[in-house]
């Protein structure tokens, strides 16, 4: 997957993440889809427990289906994540403070 370097980056940070500081205290589960929409993979990012995994959890705050290429786009700053809800390249559902929460993670990265 074109995306999991980033993956890997976001499971760093979590390690490295002081768990007292944190502001995103949900889980997400990704859907990572092909340029057809064809799901490739699913991967839980537990802010919880500060873990990520590959799989599906019957214990996500959000569920978010992205194709594994604009992911990665978001993931190297080179498109944001506002811009794909906006074109509706991104499936959201769920708690949406949740998930605006974990957004604006991605709005801060972007702007760095």
């Given at each position: 997957m074109k995306s999991e370097p980033i993956i890997e980056k976001i499971r760093n940070k979590l390690k490295d993440s002081d768990p007292d500081r944190r502001t995103v205290l949900s889980v997400f589960q990704f859907n990572f889809t092909d340029a057809d929409g064809k799901l490739i993979k699913s991967t839980v990012f537990d802010?919880?427990?500060?873990?990520?995994?590959?799989?599906?959890?019957?214990?996500?705050?959000?569920?978010?289906?992205?194709?594994?290429?604009?992911?990665?786009?978001?993931?190297?700053?080179?498109?944001?994540?506002?811009?794909?809800?906006?074109?509706?390249?991104?499936?959201?559902?769920?708690?949406?403070?949740?998930?605006?929460k974990i957004l604006a993670k991605f709005r801060s990265g972007a702007e760095k």
């Open positions: 802010f919880k427990d500060l873990n990520i995994y590959d799989g599906t959890t019957d214990a996500s705050d959000a569920e978010i289906t992205i194709s594994d290429e604009d992911f990665y786009l978001v993931g190297t700053k080179e498109i944001t994540f506002d811009k794909l809800l906006a074109e509706k390249k991104v499936l959201v559902k769920g708690d949406m403070t949740a998930i605006d």
